[in-house]
């Protein structure tokens, strides 16, 4: 449109905002490629169907432009990500934290715990803690996620097998694909 002046917030150059070149590639209003044509004569042809002239691909030699209602491609890419973030999926990690000498007790709640936890969709990270000489006997920490993953085989799969990090040894639990589905459609 005439006099119409903008930058666009992603960046795009539109209208008498495209400098610095003489010549560009024009793409029309109906999507047809017109060729590598004067800036002037782009902006006069834009005018002319009453549509702003959008620099899209400014890297490219020449510069790309399209001819096109800025407000309307502006309302539709918004209406995009609108939708694309409607249909992420959040994944949540609750983490439970042990110790190489936690007795068997504890170890039944906090496998309980992420039962619950794997049943609601929810990824589950245990952290074996390992102070001082405790780091020498990492078998029992191995052991210890052994035993939590041969408890919660019915309803979590092990996403990442037991290593160290520094002093901590981690295990990662993700919820099998049908608790994975039902937490998806609440």
């Not at 245990?126 to 029992?140: C, P």
Request: charged share 35%; proline share 3%; aromatic share 6%.
């Amino acid at each position: 449109m005439k006099g119409r002046v903008k930058i666009a917030s992603s960046g795009l150059r539109i209208n008498s905002n495209i400098r610095g070149v003489r010549e560009v590639r024009l793409i029309d209003h109906a999507n047809n490629n017109i060729g590598v044509v004067g800036i002037s004569y782009a902006q006069e042809r834009a005018e002319a169907a009453g549509l702003d002239l959008v620099e899209v691909a400014p890297k490219a030699r020449p510069p790309v432009c399209r001819i096109m209602d800025y407000g309307k491609f502006q309302y539709e890419q918004r209406r995009k990500e609108r939708k694309s973030k409607k249909n992420q999926i959040k994944v949540t990690v609750k983490e439970i934290q042990l110790r190489p000498k936690t007795d068997e007790y504890h170890l039944q709640f906090d496998i309980k715990r992420a039962e619950k936890w794997l049943q609601e969709g929810k990824k589950v990270k245990f952290r074996v803690r390992f102070r001082g000489r405790e780091i020498t006997h990492q078998y029992i920490g191995r052991d210890r996620l052994g035993r939590i993953e041969e408890a919660l085989k019915d309803v979590g799969v092990v996403e990442q097998r037991p290593n160290i990090e520094g002093r901590d040894m981690l295990m990662i639990l993700a919820p099998t694909k049908e608790f994975r589905q039902s937490s998806e459609k609440q």
